[in-house]
């Protein structure tokens, strides 16, 4: 079974730019963990980043890669564990959205927040008493959802959305950054739509936790073929870092038995935000569209092409 190779193909690492990749995992088509109709593979830059590659199109995903479709293939293993110690644990600690939103309040108490990949609403209502929130969500069934539920609602992808610069106190990313096409792009938006000093909120799987070295190749947190770069705090600080934002010491979760990482960046600085052209990502063939932005990731798949302008 032949899979792409990223180096052959003139991929380039988006943080340092390299180009000596280490392949860790591979699904060819059929294997029960890849619902895409190519072989798929996981691969580590020098640096320390993680990446899938190739990343497959909408049309080799099922139901157009739409995240929130119920189609959407979902392998899953030991669910009812993990019902029971989700409901015991959100029993004694809250959920997991309401700590996410009490640990940002303690960086930021108040002012207006984006929920980037809001999906159908649900931390939005959480964060709803206690900021001015918008969602943006490409996915149209989640959107429909989320505007359901009494929040303005941007559907377009965050990579095309046009925002005003400086017009944002907190931007959210929950379960997002590694879903998209330049995890540095993303970040760059982020810190060009936030005041000076003001706060992004970043969670996602982390990679090389307790559950991953258990699981291997079958680790839920890959989300084969959906989930485009896994970060551990290391390299997803140094992501922050170099879209101008300071690391929060406080708070911060990246404790040695987490599964899920949490990091929350103040911005220090403005940054330019990054060209296509300039980005060495974006240089390998297939890479970038036609318009010169990156392409969609599964789940900017299906979005209509909403105006994405603040209602
Ligand atoms: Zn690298």
């Known amino acids: 079974m032949a899979f792409a190779d990223p180096t052959a193909e003139g991929y380039r690492c988006y943080l340092c730019g390299g180009q000596t990749f280490t392949r860790l995992h591979a699904w060819p088509v059929g294997d029960r963990w890849n619902p895409a109709r190519i072989s798929i593979a996981v691969w580590q830059c020098g640096c320390g980043i993680v990446f899938l590659y190739p990343v497959p199109g909408p049309e080799q995903l099922p139901d157009c890669g739409d995240w929130w479709s119920k189609r959407r293939k979902r392998p899953r293993r030991n669910l009812t564990y993990k019902r029971i110690r989700a409901a015991v644990s959100h029993a004694l600690v809250g959920s997991p959205r309401y700590r996410f939103v009490k640990y940002t309040r303690k ?10 990949g809001c999906g159908d609403g649900r931390l939005l209502q959480v964060a709803g008493p206690h900021y001015d929130c918008v969602g943006l969500e490409p ?3 989640a959107a429909e959802q989320a505007r359901r539920k009494g929040f303005p ?4 992808a965050f990579e095309t959305a046009r925002l005003r610069s400086r017009s944002f106190d907190v931007v959210t990313l929950d379960s997002v950054i590694e ?3 330049n995890p540095l792009h993303v970040l760059r938006k982020a810190n060009r739509i936030l005041k000076p000093g003001c706060v992004i909120a970043l969670k996602t799987n982390k990679f090389n936790g307790p559950a991953y070295r258990m699981h291997g190749r079958g680790w839920y947190g890959f989300r084969h073929g959906y989930h485009t770069f896994l970060f551990t705090g290391k390299t997803l600080s140094r992501t922050l870092e170099a879209a101008g ?3 929060l010491k406080r708070p911060k979760r990246d404790r ?12 220090v600085r403005e940054v330019e935000p990054a060209s296509a052209a300039a980005d060495p990502s974006c240089s390998a063939s297939g890479e970038s569209s036609p318009s010169g932005l990156p392409k969609p990731c599964g789940r900017d798949l299906c979005r209509s092409p909403a105006d994405g302008r603040l209602p």
Do not use: M, Y
């Open 107 to 116: 960086a930021i108490a108040s002012g207006k927040l984006l929920d980037v």
């Open 139 to 141: 996915s149209p069934i």
């Open 153 to 156: 609602v941007l559907q377009t």
């Open 179 to 181: 879903h998209v096409r």
């Open 245 to 247: 934002f300071e690391v």
């Open 256 to 267: 040695l038995l987490d599964d899920i990482l949490i990091l929350w960046g103040r911005k």
